[in-house]
């Protein structure tokens, strides 16, 4: 019970955090919808809403969706382009697990059930089921082990090794009780009471390791995002004064800002406009700066006194230059930010000409 519930949190925290990768490709909406599909079903096959459902093919149902994005996944990562395919084998094996399991009139899936007599329909049942998401996950275990070898080293490739090895092990469990179904069928004595439980311990284990190697590069770009958030609100003082200043600098339309104020667009551009914006602006403030010194603070303060200078309409007949910042965007950021603070702060020091006023 203790590893269900935390498969359940791992699998719906995946779920959430993976929602800002459906605005950037095809292959991270066909990796979160497979990472949904799953979630789905563990949470319908849990045994309190499993008790209310009692519906035991809808779980399954939602594994072979799980499955089928998994082989869409795999598809757009290697190039193979076979799309009408993948959906047509989808379509069979829901149609043929549905036949199955009227025929059957339901299929038991608790263990003391599985090794009562079952008939041709429960063996068909569960070999398709279990072929099909075995054939799968083989296929995706293979993949993320190949591609985890050209990956950085570190934690993205420990995140693709373990996602790897996660798989392979949901993909035994698959095979072993496809197995062992088929056994039972054909008469040979089956202990699934005894059985069965380390079999789901070892599929829930399975799914941990495979949902939390896929969260590793999802927690490196949502650090990576909120760092960048961070930059972009410490920014935004100094962007306001270039913007109310200077509106032509602005790179995109009002309703644009709304729209990526919900966090469609990629942030880093975002943050990588609002810096040439900012440059834009003080570039324009230039012929109005006083001379000062080289601290953010003082370049601060000679903004504000450029800002009264262009508004008074009198330029400096020699004025002073922004400051020079090595030429890497993150250097940028944090020079910028420095000023943005010291553009903000309520106790900033003036410059001489405020001074001398």
């Not at 004025?319 to 900033?348: C, F, H, I, T, Y």
């Amino acid at each position: 019970m203790i590893l269900d519930v935390a498969l359940l949190a791992l699998l719906w925290g995946a779920t959430v955090v993976r929602i800002p990768t459906l605005w950037r490709d095809q292959r991270q909406r066909a990796l979160w919808a497979a990472v949904c599909a799953i979630a789905l079903a563990k949470t319908v096959s849990f045994a309190p809403i499993a008790a209310q459902l009692d519906v035991p093919i809808v779980p399954h149902l939602l594994g072979v969706t799980s499955a089928y994005f998994l082989l869409r996944f795999i598809a757009l990562v290697t190039h193979t382009g076979v799309r009408a395919r993948q959906l047509a084998l989808l379509v069979v094996v829901v149609v043929a697990l549905c036949v199955l399991d009227l025929v059957a009139h339901g299929i038991d899936t608790e263990a003391e059930l599985l090794a009562t007599e079952q008939g041709w329909a429960v063996a068909a049942y569960w070999v398709v089921l279990e072929a099909y998401l075995g054939t799968v996950l083989v296929t995706t275990s293979m993949l993320f082990w190949q591609i985890s070898g050209g990956a950085p080293a570190g934690l993205p490739r420990a995140g693709l090794r373990v996602t790897s090895i996660g798989t392979a092990l949901v993909a035994c469990y698959a095979a072993v009780k496809g197995s062992l179904v088929l056994a039972h069928i054909l008469g040979t004595d089956v202990a699934f009471s005894t059985v069965e439980p380390i079999g789901r311990t070892a599929q829930t284990s399975g799914l941990i390791l495979t949902i939390a190697g896929l969260l590793v590069p999802a927690t490196r770009r949502a650090r990576a995002a909120y760092e960048a958030y961070r930059s972009l609100l410490v920014l935004r003082p100094l962007w306001k004064a270039m913007r109310d200043a200077f509106p032509e600098v602005i790179l995109f339309t009002p309703r644009r800002a709304v729209i990526e104020l919900a966090g469609v667009d990629d942030v880093h551009l975002r943050l990588y406009r609002r810096v040439i914006e900012i440059r834009d602006g003080m570039l324009a403030l230039r012929p109005y700066a006083p001379p000062h010194g080289s601290s953010p603070a003082e370049e601060a303060s000679a903004i504000v006194d450029a800002l009264r200078h262009r508004a008074a309409g009198t330029p400096l007949a020699e004025p002073g230059s922004w400051a020079p910042v090595g030429p890497a965007m993150a250097d940028e950021v944090a020079w910028l930010s420095r000023v943005s603070r010291g553009l903000a702060a309520p106790s900033r020091t003036p410059t001489p000409s405020e001074s001398a006023r």
